[in-house]
């Protein structure tokens, strides 16, 4: 079992930077692929980045490529989601995720653990 809570979203200007939290609680939290979505009003839940166990591996949506940055330290049952250069269109409720192997956690239907999410709102 793990469970996850995110932190570190609020209110932002266009341009700025922004890095969210995610604390784990259990001892296989290192197992896991982990993995950062969001879900804008209106809708659906759409992958945002993802790391590897290991943390050697990662991906990205095309949408944030080269402005969000990924990373875990598994020693803090922790992972962080570094946002670059923000955007209005960037405005939304970010989901921390759990899955298992990494080829797959893009997929919603994957995921094993959700966070509660943290919401996120960039102003232009």
């Known amino acids: 079992q793990v469970q996850l809570v995110e932190s570190g979203g609020r209110l932002v200007q266009a341009g700025t930077s922004l890095r969210l939290s995610c604390a784990a609680s259990g001892r296989t939290f290192s197992s896991y692929s982990m993995g950062w979505f969001r879900q804008a009003p209106g809708k659906e839940r759409e992958f945002v980045a993802a790391?590897?166990?290991?943390?050697?591996?990662?991906y990205y949506s095309d949408s944030v490529k080269g402005r969000f940055t990924i990373s875990r330290d598994n020693a803090r049952n922790a992972v962080y989601l570094q946002m670059n250069s923000l955007k209005p269109e960037d405005t939304a409720v970010y989901f921390c995720?759990?899955?298992?192997?990494?080829?797959?956690?893009?997929?919603?239907?994957?995921?094993?653990?959700w966070g509660q999410g943290t919401q996120v709102t960039v102003s232009s």
């Open positions: 790391i590897s166990w290991t943390g050697g591996i990662t």
């Open positions: 995720a759990a899955g298992g192997r990494i080829e797959t956690i893009k997929v919603k239907d994957y995921i094993h653990y």
